[in-house]
């Protein structure tokens, strides 16, 4: 049977649940049927992901909605018909994290057919105009967080010797990437250009518009690690040392430490700066270790609640509260987004920030 024949078929059944659904009522006025959700993540191998769907989940179903929460592997078909499955299941909303922001056009016509709600989570949708809102953090100023946390501890403007430095950017299919590369490199390139940092490598982007030519696809740390291994036999000889290097994310910055571990790196005596962007229980870890300088912090409880917010404001037929609608133009227009603000976590900001708040657990990592 045709994945087109039996999304037709699915319609019709999905039709009869929606009838079915309609008479427990949710809160506000709105029916379950309008609180009808359907949550796709990209991936269950990233923490983050994992705690983001069943933070939101659990409200959903706390608020007595309907809640269908996939994970797709980081397959974009799988994706695509998950997010079939929910439309012929009967969602008026969709809350999408999506793994190909540009993969989405044609089920997402599906979905405005028939007049359903689609949020683009933390990863904005493009060349659709069937996005009706965007909720994430404020991906350029994650960057500009990195970027500026390594000019200042590095304290390039002042710097009297070069210091040999290396960039890895994050997947080419994620379009929340080139907003952390720009952040970032709109900080240090002006400093690569100028000698102060040394890429021995010679990946270097010269614009932010390069930044896929340092990616590392589907932020996978076995990538990162390769890449690193193969840099540092092949642009490190003599005794030459990495002495800082820009990690976009937690994932790629665990597979760059283990990198240095096998060659021989060591924390107190030549280990290098290196910046990350999660929250992950294996970074703080290593950040507690002395081997990452600090990671961007999205506190993720903040996006689940702000997307709860925007879809009881959806099923109750109330105006939907953004505060930003400019910076994110998908190609077709701009949607309507509500950015968060990340936050710098370095070693003395542990305790206070992710284990006092709740975040993390001192027993996830060692304290
Ligand atoms: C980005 C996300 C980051 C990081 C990365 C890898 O889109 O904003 O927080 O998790 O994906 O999953």
Redesign the pocket.
């Known amino acids: 049977m045709s994945q087109k024949t039996r999304f037709v078929a699915l319609l019709a059944a999905g039709a009869l649940a929606v009838s079915m659904s309609a008479c427990s009522g949710a809160p506000g006025g709105a029916t379950a049927a309008d609180c009808n959700v359907g949550i796709t993540m990209?991936?269950r191998s990233?923490e983050?992901?994992i705690n983001d769907g069943e933070q939101l989940q659990a409200k959903l179903k706390e608020a007595t909605c309907t809640v269908d929460l996939q994970y797709a592997d980081d397959k974009v078909d799988q994706q695509i018909s998950q997010i079939q499955n929910q439309i012929a299941g009967g969602a008026k909303i969709l809350v999408i994290?999506s793994i190909d922001g540009t993969a989405l056009g044609p089920v997402l016509e599906e979905a405005a057919k028939q007049k359903i709600k689609v949020i683009a989570y933390?990863?904005l949708i493009n060349k659709s105009p069937n996005v009706d809102y965007y909720a994430?953090?404020d991906?350029y100023k994650?960057g500009t967080l990195q970027g500026t946390f390594l000019k200042e501890q590095l304290k390039l403007d002042s710097a009297t010797t070069p210091i040999n430095f290396e960039a890895f950017a994050?997947?080419p299919d994620?379009?929340?990437?080139k907003f952390?590369f720009s952040g970032a490199w709109d900080v240090l390139l002006p400093y690569v250009t100028k000698g102060t940092l040394v890429v021995p490598s010679g990946k270097a982007p010269k614009s932010n518009d390069e930044w896929t030519t340092i990616g590392i696809p589907g932020?996978k740390s076995d990538k990162s690690q390769a890449e690193m291994d193969n840099r540092l036999s092949s642009n490190y000889a003599g005794g030459k040392k990495v002495q800082a290097v820009l990690s976009?994310?937690?994932?790629l910055a665990i597979g760059i430490e283990a990198s240095l571990k096998s060659a021989g790196y060591k924390v107190g005596t030549d280990w290098p700066m290196i910046t990350g962007?999660?929250g992950d229980k294996a970074n703080v870890k290593a950040i507690l270790a002395g081997e990452q300088a600090m990671t961007v912090w999205?506190d993720t409880r903040k996006l689940g609640d702000r997307v709860f917010q925007m879809i009881q404001q959806i099923s109750k037929g109330e105006k939907v509260e953004v505060n930003d609608e400019k910076t994110y133009n998908n190609g077709v227009k701009v949607v309507p987004s509500f950015l968060l603000e990340p936050e710098v976590v370095t070693k003395d900001l542990v305790q206070s920030k992710l284990i006092d708040s709740g975040f993390l657990k001192a027993s996830d990592v060692g304290l």
């Open positions: 990209p991936t990233l983050r992901w994290a933390d990863r994430t953090f991906n994650v994050g997947s994620d379009n929340n990437a952390f932020w976009p994310n937690d994932s962007q999660d999205k």
